[in-house]
């Protein structure tokens, strides 16, 4: 079993619509990363999370310490949140674990 | 302009002759970290340094080695390449441990 596990793999929307992406881990953490992976290949970190939520434009980031759960919501989802979603989990060996990541592909 | 950089972009070699990847950072940034992309396997880490003259194993760390004798650089070297490293990798820093990471752009390297 992995020890960061996201859902869905892939992920099909019209724009417009309301998207959240789940990450589930298994392992004690320090903090947790949401990346955005474009088409091109770059790598570009979304949010840091240590607990609680934060917001960034359209994009929501929770997180659940007891329940070691995070999603990442996107609202009103436009042609160009078209990417992979990635999340990682800093264990307490101080390594990064990653998911095997979420496409998202939002139909104009 | 804050940014990773990481050369070369593209890197075909052969088994065995010894290559190095390098990244640096113009941050000040205590972290660095180098990761594998693979299809199927998604992103693994190879070797992160919280700090100059300090490096640990992540998860894939044989066959690579590293070195952070200045905080900006922070080089990968391939002793001896083999075709199960034909990868996407990627050089990543941030402040510290916990801190959002920026990543450099990848270099895509094929051993034959």
């Known amino acids: 079993k992995n020890e960061v596990e996201q859902s869905p793999q892939n992920l099909t929307a019209q724009e417009g619509e309301f998207i959240t992406i789940n990450c589930s881990y298994s392992?004690?953490?320090?903090?947790l990363h949401w990346l955005q992976q474009h088409p091109g290949g770059g790598i570009v970190s979304l949010f840091m999370l240590s607990s609680g939520k934060k917001k960034h434009g359209r994009l929501i980031a929770t997180i659940n310490i007891q329940e070691k759960h995070s999603s990442l919501h996107i609202t009103a989802s436009h042609p160009r949140d078209s990417a992979v979603y990635i999340c990682a989990v800093r264990g307490s060996q101080g390594n990064l674990i990653f998911g095997k990541g979420t496409k998202l592909s939002v139909k104009p | 302009e804050a940014q990773v950089t990481q050369n070369p972009r593209y890197l075909i070699t052969v088994t065995g002759k010894k290559l190095t990847v390098t990244c640096s950072q113009n941050?000040?940034?205590?972290?660095m970290s180098w990761y594998r992309q693979d299809p199927g396997l998604g992103l693994r880490q190879i070797y992160y340094s919280m700090n100059v003259e300090v490096t640990d194993k992540g998860d894939v760390p044989e066959g690579y080695k590293v070195s952070r004798k200045e905080k900006r650089n922070f080089p990968l070297i391939l002793e001896s390449p083999s075709p199960n490293q034909t990868s996407l990798y990627f050089c990543?820093?941030?402040?510290?441990?916990?801190?959002?990471?920026?990543f450099g752009n990848g270099t895509r390297l094929t051993v034959t």
């Open positions: 990543a820093s941030s402040r510290w441990g916990d801190s959002p990471l920026h």
């Open positions: 392992v004690g953490i320090s903090a």
């Open positions: 941050m000040n940034h205590e972290y």
